[in-house]
């Protein structure tokens, strides 16, 4: 292999030279038991080595986007403070989100920055930068918080579009009837004017 030619990489983006499970046995997370074990029922499974760990409580995932974080130099989102931009929620449909477990954070002019739980995965940034015709911005997040913050987010900008549309749909004008038999028997002001009707007839009684 030449000096040039890129090694392949893993699941979180890392090439084989930096692997995840050399990372975590650097910043002693794992031992190297622990690491020969995990490896083994990631072969079983045919799951990523990240999941492994998570799965079987071997390294908690805060910890995980700790070590991630630093090895990508890619800011960590905390979501108790940050607020999510409908504008950059709009661009990411909640579908793709979920299957991705991705979620846009804020537009800023050109660039739209994105929670992810994998900032190395070179493949999904450039699609997504095809999707929403942004520059991305990835920003490294907690899978259990950002699916959590999926739900959320696209639940609250439902809500609030459907309300918009019923505000919006109370302000348009309401058709006369041409005849008052076409009024409704049930509705406020035939109600009002029988009132008033029956009111008169008994003062004259």
Known sequence: MSAVERQPEGRFGLRQEK???????????????????????????HRPLGQVLLAQGMVDEKALAAVLSVHFNVAQVDFTRSR???????????????EHTILPIRLEKDVL?????????LALLAELKVLTRKRIKPLLGVRSEIERAITQSYKLRTGVDQNVRSFQESLQ?????????????????????DLIIAQAAEERA
Do not use: F
Not at 20 to 32: C, K, S
Not at 33 to 42: F, G, M, N, S
Not at 84 to 98: F, N, S, V, W
């Open 19 to 45: 692997r995840l499970g050399e990372l975590l046995l650097e910043n002693g997370l794992l031992t190297p038991q622990q690491l020969e074990d995990a490896l083994a029922a990631q072969r079983r499974l």
């Open 84 to 98: 999510i931009d409908k504008d950059a929620l709009a661009l990411i449909p909640e579908a793709y989100a979920r």
């Open 113 to 121: 920055e994105v929670a992810t739980v994998d900032p190395g995965d």
């Open 173 to 193: 004008p309401k058709p006369v009837p041409r005849r008052l038999q076409d009024v409704k028997q049930d509705a406020p002001v035939v109600q009002i004017v």
